[in-house]
């Protein structure tokens, strides 16, 4: 908090958007630290972190936002799935080539061969 904050002190506002919806980033709904929080014993685990509430004002109507934050676990490594899955691709298109290759070099097998060329 910066020494100038008063918490007794009439708020200052100003509009910063008139269509009715605004957006905004709130630091209390997200880990800040840069270390791995206490609660997580297994990084690969989905873990509850904590509840985070923000309470909300318009006019005389307040309201409060609220969720829960979790450590959502590593998967281990990359997505070893897409890459088999792009090597069977990969596999599939190079026989692709050498079947239609072969065919059509099969296919001009028993045709003349010019002695002159073409063009």
Do not use: C
Not at 88 to 98: D, E, F, H, T, Y
Request: proline share 7%.
């Amino acid at each position: 908090m910066p020494a100038s904050a008063d918490p007794k002190a009439a708020p200052s506002w100003r509009v910063v958007e008139r269509t009715g919806r605004y957006e905004f980033h709130d630091h209390r709904m997200h880990w800040m630290a840069k270390n791995v929080p206490a609660q997580v014993k297994d990084r690969s685990a989905r873990t509850k972190i904590f509840d985070w509430k923000v309470p909300l004002r318009t006019g005389a109507t307040t309201g409060t936002i609220s969720g829960e934050l979790f450590w959502r676990g590593s998967s281990g490594g990359p997505p070893a799935a897409a890459f088999v899955a792009l090597a069977l691709l990969i596999a599939l298109g190079a026989a692709s080539i050498v079947v239609v290759r072969r065919r059509r070099a099969g296919a001009g097998a028993g045709a003349a061969v010019p002695r002159e060329e073409a063009w």
